[in-house]
């Protein structure tokens, strides 16, 4: 029961926070249910054996029988740490965010806390079905947090995101009902357990657009595509990031882009073997595209924010050029950039929101000469600048490297164009770093820089975990890289043929007694 109850923990203390009658202590109670969640996950590190490749501390129990669909949770390497970034990011972003949201409180901690609840289901959900229902629901608190709280376009910016996803959605949701009749003709029982598909020998035809596997890959691929979201269907992300308050652009691009990358390592790519390599040119493409067309973008952004989000499309590029270099550096890379890019990315959303706090503002032109009014503001910009470009002894480096290493061995051309894409995020950050915090003091650091716009101590208590990690990523990457190696490996290796056990020995004993009981009950 216990990933059960980390994924529900959040979602029934939202209850407790949404019948608290003091609303005084809205904050400080999110804060603290959010916090224990944290520490609650560590206990992670105890109970997973980073050297198993298949599931662990697997939970499943019927949930609709009569069509095969299961409450299956599980973990493995390739969702350990997405799950643990989460948990991570929540508490950071409430404090971090602590005095951004100033009406309608109660709604928004428990939006969040929510919100928690439906990305930590993602991550673990083993059966297809309940994949999809965490899935979606993501996207309910997100429209809320954009459509209440969000900026002056927030409607237009809430309606596109949902509309984008939840299309993109519904080609999965066919995929996933054809691959549940195909469980029923080739393993003689309807179901929607991921472990079942993995089983499965879908057709495929090479160079047939209709052919079985290609149609259901693409279902699915461009589901998440959507999500991460890849160009060209990109359009939908800055806008939400630009209208979203800080919180929701910090787990935006924190965590629920993940969810895309996510979806095409753990469906797209293992569940249709010979579809995803026929058809890997595409990914590597617009990847690649996705890459450059982000960087160039982001270079001509008047505003810092929106920058930030163009700078996440090139940055999500690398990702899917790691996953589609089918080999264990582009794949590891791959995953070592989710985690990346949620740090990095989460940092740079809430420093842009911490400053915005004090000015009101995101205009580049108006800044200039922060760092002698903001110095210890302008130290952590400058690091977590550091990573987002990849400089060696930063997180962002070693993700880059592997992917970079991946690409070079499994789809060389693609590798040098990347490469270019470093140059241009290196120019675009650094350049954006030169005119806000160098040169002339701007018209809002004027005005502003007697009532202080340097961070408060809550702030550098939050900026402080990321900028360690940053470090700590950057210089000792076994560290985390061992906890996903073995399950990564396994997929990379067995990418052909893959299947996914049950590693841990007690979640089997567990989930066959469960079953048992379940079965004699009825």
């Known amino acids: 029961m216990f990933?059960?109850?980390?994924?529900?923990?959040?979602?029934?203390?939202?209850?407790?926070?949404?019948?608290?009658?003091?609303?005084?202590?809205?904050?400080?109670?999110?804060?603290?249910?959010a916090t224990v969640e944290f520490v609650l996950s560590l206990i992670l590190f105890f109970k997973f054996d980073p050297s198993q490749s298949g599931l662990q501390l697997i939970e499943q129990y019927r949930w609709i029988p009569s069509v095969g669909v299961s409450y299956f949770v599980g973990l493995d390497g390739i969702?350990?740490?997405?799950?643990?970034?989460?948990?991570?990011?929540?508490?950071?972003?409430?404090?971090?965010?602590?005095?951004?949201?100033?009406?309608?409180?109660?709604?928004?901690?428990?939006?969040?806390?929510?919100?928690?609840?439906?990305?930590?289901g993602t991550f673990v959900a083993m059966d297809a079905i309940l994949f999809y229902t965490f899935f979606e629901l993501s996207l309910v608190p997100m429209y809320f947090m954009i459509g209440i709280w969000g900026g002056q376009r927030r409607i237009y910016a809430t309606l596109k995101f949902f509309i984008y996803t939840m299309v993109g959605s519904l080609f999965m949701l066919l995929g996933i009902i054809a691959m549940m009749f195909y469980a029923q003709d080739q393993l003689g029982v309807i179901s929607a357990s991921l472990v079942d598909f993995y089983k499965l020998k879908i057709p495929f035809?090479?160079?047939?657009?209709?052919?079985?596997q290609t149609l259901l890959f693409l279902a699915f691929s461009l589901a998440f595509a959507i999500k991460v979201p890849l160009f060209p269907f990109h359009t939908w992300l800055p806008d939400a990031h630009v209208e979203a308050p800080t919180p929701g652009s910090v787990i935006l691009a924190g965590v629920m882009l993940k969810m895309g990358t996510y979806g095409l390592l753990r469906f797209s790519i293992p569940m249709f073997p010979q579809a995803s390599e026929y058809y890997s040119w595409i990914f590597l493409l617009i990847g690649v595209v996705g890459i450059i067309y982000g960087a160039l973008v982001a270079m001509v952004q008047p505003d810092v924010k929106k920058l930030v989000a163009y700078s996440s499309v090139s940055h999500m590029g690398y990702i899917v050029l790691g996953l589609f270099s089918f080999n264990i550096y582009g794949v590891n890379g791959g995953v070592y950039q989710m985690l990346n890019h949620g740090i990095s990315t989460g940092a740079l959303f809430l420093l842009v929101g911490m400053i915005y706090e004090r000015t009101h503002s995101r205009e580049i032109t108006k800044y200039g000469g922060l760092a002698s009014a903001a110095p210890i503001f302008t130290i952590i910009f400058f690091i977590v600048t550091l990573s987002s470009i990849a400089v060696p002894m930063t997180n962002g480096f070693v993700g880059e490297f592997y992917i970079l290493m991946g690409?070079?061995?499994?789809?060389?051309?693609?590798?040098?164009?990347?490469?270019?894409g470093v140059v241009l995020g290196a120019a675009y950050m650094l350049w954006m770093f030169k005119r806000i915090f160098y040169g002339e003091k701007g018209t809002l650091v004027v005005e502003h820089e007697k009532h202080g716009l340097d961070l408060n101590s809550r702030e550098i208590l939050v900026m402080a975990p990321l900028v360690i990690l940053i470090f700590w990523m950057g210089l000792f990457p076994g560290d985390f890289l061992r906890w996903s190696k073995a399950s990564v490996d396994h997929v990379v290796a067995n990418r052909t043929s893959y299947e996914l056990s049950i590693s841990d020995k007690e979640s089997l004993r567990e989930s066959v007694t469960r079953h048992l009981t379940n079965g004699l009950s009825k």
């Open 79 to 120: 969702s350990f740490w997405l799950f643990m970034l989460t948990t991570f990011l929540t508490p950071l972003t409430i404090l971090g965010s602590w005095t951004a949201i100033e009406k309608k409180i109660r709604g928004f901690l428990v939006a969040m806390l929510l919100l928690e609840t439906t990305m930590l």
């Open 3 to 33: 990933l059960t109850t980390l994924i529900f923990f959040p979602l029934l203390m939202a209850g407790v926070l949404w019948f608290t009658p003091n609303e005084k202590i809205l904050r400080p109670l999110a804060l603290s249910f």
């Open 407 to 420: 690409a070079f061995l499994g789809a060389r051309p693609y590798a040098y164009f990347a490469v270019a």
């Open 205 to 212: 035809v090479a160079g047939e657009i209709l052919s079985t």
